[in-house]
Nanobody, 115 residues
Framework: QVQLVESGGGLVQAGGSLHLSCSVS????????LAWYRQTPGKQRELVARITSVGGTTYATSVKGRFTISRDNTKNMVHLQMNDLKPEDTAVYYC?????????WGQGAQVTVSS
């Protein structure tokens, strides 16, 4: 079982920055990938960024060059640095852990970007 707890959401003006963190319970040794997803009302949850156990990263086209995902295996944390935020980045952001064959989710953190 993996438990995830997000922190760091909030309200920011367009062009600003926010940093999301996710605390991962237990060892990260057997977790295949960690990721951030986001969801807005009436839409499907979408992948924002993913980092594998060996550090490979993937980003959604809409956030490439603005967001950076990182992981700290010594502190069991995964982070999402979000720069140059836009109103369309407004969503609930969810931390995700994939440990074959299961997906685990945090409770979500609201990010609101005002224009």
């Amino acid at each position: 079982q993996v438990q995830l707890v997000e922190s760091g959401g909030g309200l920011v003006q367009a062009g600003g920055s926010l940093h999301l963190s996710c605390s991962v319970s237990g060892t990260m040794f057997n977790i295949n990938a960690l990721a951030w997803y986001r969801q807005t009302p009436g839409k499907q949850r979408e992948l924002v960024a993913r980092i594998t156990s060996v550090g490979g990263t993937t980003y959604a086209t809409s956030v490439k060059g603005r967001f950076t995902i990182s992981r700290d295996n010594t502190k069991n944390m995964v982070h999402l640095q979000m720069n140059d935020l836009k109103p369309e980045d407004t969503a609930v952001y969810y931390c995700n852990a994939f440990k074959i064959p299961n997906n685990y989710w945090g409770q979500g953190a609201q990010v609101t970007v005002s224009s």
